[in-house]
């Protein structure tokens, strides 16, 4: 069965750092990406960033732009999402997916559960 399972979320500072991990299992790692995507209370659904696994090419999207760096093991079958100068509206729960290499949610089929982040004083 495809896994993905998301972790490292927390409670944090404003201005703090926190690095979430998505451990994947069940498929070939190699031949996917995987996206990160956040969702804030009573908020849509927000794009984060992705990665080719194959090659690690990244893509940024706009919400965390500049404050954030994706990378991935792939001897480990894991994806890492480094998160610095972090905001209180960056608290939201913190979903990886697995699907294709694209910055389009609906090409991405497996879920993880999600990691909350909370960013507050």
């Known amino acids: 069965d495809v896994q993905l399972q998301a972790s490292g979320g927390g409670l944090v500072q404003p201005g703090g750092s926190l690095r979430l991990s998505c451990a994947a299992s069940g498929f070939a790692f190699y031949d996917v990406a995987i996206g990160w995507f956040r969702q804030a209370p009573g908020k849509q659904r927000e794009k984060i960033s992705f990665?080719?696994?194959?090659?690690?090419?990244?893509i940024y999207e706009d919400s965390m732009k500049g404050r954030i760096t994706i990378s991935r093991d792939n001897a480990k079958n894991m994806v890492y999402l480094q998160m610095v100068s972090l905001k209180p509206e960056d608290t939201a729960v913190y979903y990886c997916?697995?699907?294709?290499?694209?910055?389009?949610?609906?090409?991405?089929?497996?879920w993880g559960q999600g990691t909350l982040v909370t960013v507050s004083s």
């Open positions: 997916a697995q699907g294709d290499y694209s910055t389009s949610a609906s090409r991405y089929t497996y």
């Open positions: 990665i080719k696994i194959s090659d690690g090419t990244p």
